[in-house]
């Protein structure tokens, strides 16, 4: 969303490395409170591939072309239809409808999301959701837990990059 914001012109560059720097940070955290969460589990868990999941995207066919792709496609739809539906012509920024709709609305297109797209990639459609808690997996003392799958951790930045872009640039054709 951030890079995606960037390109049309509805963000500011120069703030784009901090914005991601912290997401990822955040994304970062939130997996340390996960790992904190299951601390009795990570003894008792044997599979490697399960202790990863809890921590970050994996294919369900490792075909990373496709696997982009379906990385892209969802991104696209994240972007395109969040930047859509709180549109100022939706909902009038600032108003009470707009505050507690437009978060109830986001959630419902990332849920249909995950739930039509969600089967072959994990669907992270935000790199900063799939980097941080793949660093945390790395740096986390985990029982056995096996590596931190680097060799497709790209998959899940570079598609939502590229989805998120080309999101933004079809809204802004579409509606501005």
């Known amino acids: 969303m951030t890079i995606g914001l960037a390109t049309i012109g509805t963000f500011p560059w120069a703030s784009v490395p901090g914005y991601v720097a912290a997401q990822v940070a955040g994304g970062f955290l939130g997996a340390i409170v996960v790992w904190l969460a299951y601390l009795p589990h990570w003894e008792a868990t044997t599979d490697p591939d399960a202790k990863l999941a809890v ?35 939706n909902l009038a920024q600032g108003s009470d409808w707009a505050r507690g709709l437009g978060p109830l609305l986001v959630g419902a297109i990332v ?46 930045v570079v598609g939502p990059i590229i989805g998120g872009v080309l999101g933004a640039l079809c809204y802004q054709l579409i509606w501005q």
């Open 55 to 89: 921590f970050c995207t994996a294919p369900a066919i490792r075909k990373p072309s496709t696997n982009v792709i379906t990385e892209i496609i969802g991104t696209f739809m994240l972007v395109l239809a969040i930047l859509a539906v709180i549109s100022p012509a």
């Open 111 to 156: 849920w249909s999301i995950g739930i039509s797209l969600g089967g072959p990639t994990g669907y992270a459609i935000n790199p900063a959701r799939d980097l941080g808690p793949r660093i945390a997996h790395a740096v986390l003392p985990l029982p056995a837990k096996g590596g931190s799958d680097w060799g497709y951790a790209w998959v899940p």
